[in-house]
């Protein structure tokens, strides 16, 4: 389910190259997770890794997190 949800996120990436020639790379579901690099397959790299440390952060922290295409990562609360 882990790798279904960052896969999803992935394919909602945007990239745009910068006036410096760099490649900058977002997740506009996953606030804060950007990475930059001299090409597309390395800002690529770069941006996986950082949207498994968001993933990693937001999950130790107890935060709500986007649900992203068919993956819920939330905990669902149970009754007693």
């Known amino acids: 389910m882990l ?7 992935m394919a909602q990436a945007c ?6 020639k ?6 506009p579901v996953a606030p804060g997770v950007w990475s930059e ?3 597309l ?3 690529r790299r770069e ?3 950082v949207l ?7 999950l130790r922290r107890g935060e709500t997190l986007p649900v ?8 669902v609360a149970q009754h007693a």
């Open 52 to 58: 498994e440390e968001w993933l990693i952060l937001s």
């Open 15 to 20: 990239y745009e190259l910068t006036e410096q």
């Open 47 to 49: 941006l996986r890794e």
């Open 68 to 75: 992203i295409g068919n993956c819920d990562l939330n905990p």
């Open 3 to 9: 790798s279904e949800y960052l896969d999803s996120a």
């Open 41 to 43: 397959e390395a800002c």
């Open 22 to 27: 760099r490649y900058f790379g977002t997740i």
């Open 37 to 39: 690099s001299d090409n």
